[in-house]
């Protein structure tokens, strides 16, 4: 109900009816405002019974609430900030699999379709990229999915469609991708919905007695949180007029995926752990990431998404593949999994856009995602990238494989995509020369 509220809201104005006058109207509103903006259950309850008298008034609802938001709200973490992960209850590692069935969860409407096999959080910044060196084409259709006209479609044919979201099949999955993170002790036991034994007494039962009857005073207004996010975007979206982007040089952009990010300043470090955190709990970080303009900022942003997941893209089992298939390169790729398969191919995709560079950048910048995909160090312009994550040295013998590998796919996928593009250009030729014909008759 919160998704087709959600979807609804992106429509025009929506209203929210019930004749039984127990609540329970505040109850579907609070949870939609957990969703919408990232906050705690007290805090969305708070805000509603301030507009609602009377709305979530039993301690039944309340539980709703709560468990709700203890659902969603680790579901939204988009960058897991390491050194956050013991502050934070919703704060753990994910691997590539795991953070694209959590965005399913999450993600509503067109945007679930579009990004069933990419991270939006790659998408986004990647798109972003192509936008400011002037390389960006509208391809995607938001009626389907971003991989389904993709080569790895081609040679696997058509990938199973995904059981939905809460489909017994899922919610199993997802109880196990869960117990990743507990102790034997919290597996065998029945998890607690009490938020408070994470540490978080925000949200702890022992307020429930003080939520009953909760008696909210109009100069507490602005201390609550729903009011602050919906006060940040009214005059973000106020202040942010239509964008006119400045195109900058392709070589900024190769410069800018090829950097050593040690070198950066702290100034710019900073930003770019600002960012992470605005994207993990709020709408507010994401609208920032689609007017940011500097180059520097967004491809790390890409980077220490891609090199901070718990296992690397491209596994031992990837390289095992390589070695023995690299002179068969569909074959190789055709034994990749869907949620790898796809991923790569979209980000050598967005590298073949990146155009026109020189041949030597075009392999820097496929070693860079290989470097960056297999938590590895690589050479690449005369130093060991990435040089401060403490990866280790990918061996020759495997790397010269792997390049060759890669050089032969990304070859592949610019002649697929040149002819899906071309197929495309003709359909729409048609389309119109057909439009005209009507006009005319």
């Given at each position: 109900?919160?998704?087709?509220?959600?979807?609804?809201?992106?429509?025009?104005?929506?209203?929210?009816?019930?004749?039984?006058?127990?609540?329970?109207?505040?109850?579907?509103?609070?949870?939609?405002?957990?969703?919408?903006?990232?906050?705690?259950?007290?805090?969305?309850?708070?805000?509603?019974?301030?507009?609602?008298?009377?709305?979530?008034?039993?301690?039944?609802?309340?539980?709703?609430?709560r468990?709700?938001?203890?659902?969603?709200?680790?579901?939204?973490?988009?960058?897991?900030?390491?050194?956050?992960?013991?502050?934070?209850?919703?704060?753990?590692?994910?691997?590539?699999?795991?953070?694209?069935?959590?965005?399913?969860?999450i993600?509503?409407?067109?945007?679930e379709?579009?990004?069933?096999?990419?991270?939006?959080?790659?998408?986004?910044?990647c798109?972003?990229?192509?936008?400011?060196?002037?390389?960006?084409?509208?391809?995607?259709?938001?009626?389907?999915?971003?991989?389904?006209?993709?080569?790895?479609t081609?040679?696997?044919?058509n990938?199973?469609?995904?059981e939905?979201?809460?489909?017994?099949?899922?919610?199993?999955?997802?109880?196990?991708?869960?117990?990743?993170?507990?102790s034997?002790?919290?597996?065998?036991?029945?998890?607690?919905?009490?938020p408070?034994?994470?540490?978080?007494?925000?949200?702890?039962?022992?307020?429930?007695?003080?939520?009953?009857?909760?008696?909210?005073?109009?100069?507490?207004?602005?201390?609550?949180?729903?009011?602050?996010?919906?006060?940040?975007?009214?005059?973000?979206?106020?202040?942010?007029?239509?964008?006119?982007?400045?195109?900058?040089?392709?070589?900024?952009?190769?410069?800018?995926?090829?950097?050593?990010?040690?070198?950066?300043?702290?100034?710019?470090?900073?930003?770019?752990?600002?960012?992470q955190?605005?994207?993990?709990?709020?709408?507010?970080?994401?609208?920032k990431?689609?007017?940011?303009?500097?180059?520097?900022?967004?491809?790390?942003?890409?980077?220490?998404?891609?090199?901070?997941?718990k296992?690397?893209?491209?596994?031992?089992?990837?390289?095992e593949n390589?070695?023995?298939?690299y002179?068969?390169?569909?074959v190789?790729?055709?034994?990749?999994?869907?949620?790898?398969?796809?991923?790569?191919?979209?980000?050598?995709?967005?590298?073949?856009?990146?155009?026109?560079?020189?041949?030597?950048?075009?392999?820097?910048?496929?070693?860079?995602?290989?470097?960056?995909?297999?938590?590895?160090?690589?050479?690449?312009?005369?130093?060991?990238?990435?040089?401060?994550?403490?990866?280790?040295?990918?061996?020759?013998?495997?790397?010269?494989?792997?390049?060759?590998?890669?050089?032969?796919?990304?070859?592949?996928?610019?002649?697929?995509?040149?002819?899906?593009?071309?197929?495309?250009?003709?359909?729409?030729?048609?389309?119109?020369?057909?439009?005209?014909?009507?006009?005319?008759?």
């Amino acid at each position: 109900m919160v998704k087709v509220l959600a979807f609804a809201v992106t429509e025009g104005r929506v209203a929210i009816h019930c004749h039984a006058g127990l609540g329970r109207t505040g109850v579907l509103i609070a949870c939609y405002l957990v969703y919408s903006l990232r906050v705690s259950a007290n805090d969305a309850i708070r805000y509603v019974r301030l507009k609602r008298p009377g709305s979530v008034q039993t301690r039944g609802q309340i539980l709703c609430v709560r468990h709700f938001a203890q659902f969603v709200l680790p579901r939204t973490i988009t960058y897991c900030l390491k050194e956050n992960i013991n502050k934070n209850k919703y704060m753990s590692e994910f691997s590539l699999v795991r953070f694209l069935h959590r965005q399913r969860v999450i993600l509503h409407g067109y945007e679930e379709r579009t990004f069933k096999f990419i991270p939006k959080i790659v998408h986004c910044i990647c798109e972003r990229i192509l936008k400011l060196c002037g390389c960006w084409i509208d391809e995607f259709s938001s009626n389907t999915p971003l991989t389904f006209d993709f080569l790895y479609t081609k040679l696997n044919g058509n990938i199973k469609r995904y059981e939905s979201t809460y489909s017994l099949c899922s919610t199993n999955s997802d109880s196990l991708f869960s117990n990743e993170l507990k102790s034997p002790e919290e597996i065998s036991s029945p998890s607690s919905p009490n938020p408070s034994e994470n540490g978080d007494p925000s949200d702890s039962f022992s307020e429930l007695s003080t939520l009953d009857g909760d008696e909210i005073r109009e100069e507490l207004l602005i201390e609550n949180r729903c009011f602050q996010e919906l006060e940040t975007q009214k005059c973000f979206n106020q202040e942010m007029s239509e964008e006119s982007i400045v195109i900058q040089d392709i070589n900024v952009a190769v410069d800018a995926l090829l950097l050593d990010y040690s070198t950066l300043s702290n100034e710019i470090k900073k930003k770019v752990r600002q960012f992470q955190i605005e994207i993990n709990s709020s709408q507010v970080g994401w609208a920032k990431l689609a007017i940011e303009t500097d180059l520097r900022i967004l491809a790390m942003l890409l980077f220490e998404w891609i090199e901070s997941l718990k296992h690397p893209v491209m596994k031992r089992e990837f390289f095992e593949n390589i070695v023995v298939n690299y002179k068969q390169p569909e074959v190789c790729f055709q034994k990749f999994p869907a949620e790898e398969g796809y991923f790569m191919e979209y980000l050598l995709r967005f590298v073949s856009k990146i155009n026109p560079i020189s041949k030597e950048n075009q392999e820097d910048l496929i070693k860079r995602i290989i470097a960056a995909c297999s938590q590895q160090t690589l050479l690449i312009q005369g130093k060991m990238k990435p040089i401060d994550k403490g990866f280790k040295k990918l061996r020759d013998g495997t790397l010269a494989c792997t390049i060759e590998f890669f050089q032969s796919l990304f070859e592949l996928i610019e002649v697929h995509h040149s002819l899906k593009s071309s197929v495309y250009l003709e359909e729409s030729k048609m389309y119109n020369e057909n439009d005209l014909e009507n006009d005319f008759q």
